[in-house]
């Protein structure tokens, strides 16, 4: 099975709005409304930021949100900060009942 | 507070066996599965396996089964990722992680680093 696609690095100005895309296929993202999202600060564990698609765990910020439409869902970060500046994964259950993660995006705050 | 608590680093040599640990602090062990991710350095996330502990259903990755074993003892809250035969591609950080449905990962480890060089 392939990681699912994500662009290798994605970044913006303090502020502004950026969204990083998590391209699967009908046997993973395509099929199930269950896309997360994990952020990995520099040194760290990744943590949960987002799972079913669209939801937030307690604690998150409401500047992350999620999305999805056909085989290929999104993460978006509004009102960047320098505090977001890290790696992104994406996830997906498949048709054969792995998870798959995506390839990881570096955001850089500008 | 959920806590999963990591056993440490590990040196070894192709061909040893390891097994690593992980305790589940702060919340009822049996009702979440537990498991583990792999990242090897400078790369990305890759899940292994997840175990249940009130049945101990497994499941694995298609890239991991025959390769590691999963376990838990949910006497001691404790989930174990274990090599019969190391590798040197086996050197890595290993997560330790919560799922409430198999689906996602609610809580991280702080992460076990593997070494296997000769």
């Known amino acids: 099975q392939s990681a699912l696609t994500q662009p290798a690095s994605v970044s913006g100005s303090p502020g502004q709005s950026i969204t990083v895309s998590c391209a699967g296929t009908?046997?993973?993202?395509?099929?199930?409304?269950?896309v997360s999202w994990y952020q990995q600060l520099p040194g760290k564990a990744p943590r949960l930021i987002i799972y079913?698609?669209?939801n937030r765990p307690s604690g998150v910020s409401n500047r992350f949100s999620g999305s999805k439409s056909g085989n290929t869902a999104s993460l978006a970060i509004s009102g960047l900060q320098s505090e977001d500046e890290a790696d992104y994964y994406c996830?997906?259950?498949?048709?054969?009942?792995?998870?798959?993660f995506g390839t990881g995006t570096k955001v850089t705050v500008l | 507070e959920v806590q999963l608590a990591q056993s440490g680093a590990e040196l070894k040599k192709p061909g040893e066996s390891l097994k690593i640990s992980c305790k589940g602090h702060?919340?009822?062990?049996?009702?979440?599965?537990i498991g583990w991710v792999r990242q090897m350095s400078g790369k990305g996330l890759e899940w292994m396996a997840l175990?249940?502990?009130?049945?101990?259903?497994?499941r694995y990755s298609p890239s991991s089964e025959g390769h590691v074993t999963i376990s838990v003892d949910k006497s001691i809250t404790t989930a174990f990722l274990q090599w019969r035969s190391l590798k040197a591609s086996d050197t890595a950080m290993y997560f330790c992680?919560?799922?409430?449905?198999?689906?996602?990962?609610?809580?991280w480890g702080q992460g076990s680093l593997v070494t296997v060089s000769s």
């Open positions: 992680v919560r799922s409430p449905t198999t689906i996602y990962f609610d809580a």
């Open positions: 702060g919340y009822k062990f049996t009702n979440y599965w």
């Open positions: 175990v249940h502990p009130g049945d101990s259903d497994t």
């Open positions: 009908s046997n993973d993202v395509g099929s199930f409304d269950y």
């Open positions: 079913d698609v669209n």
């Open positions: 996830s997906s259950l498949t048709t054969t009942t792995t998870l798959l």
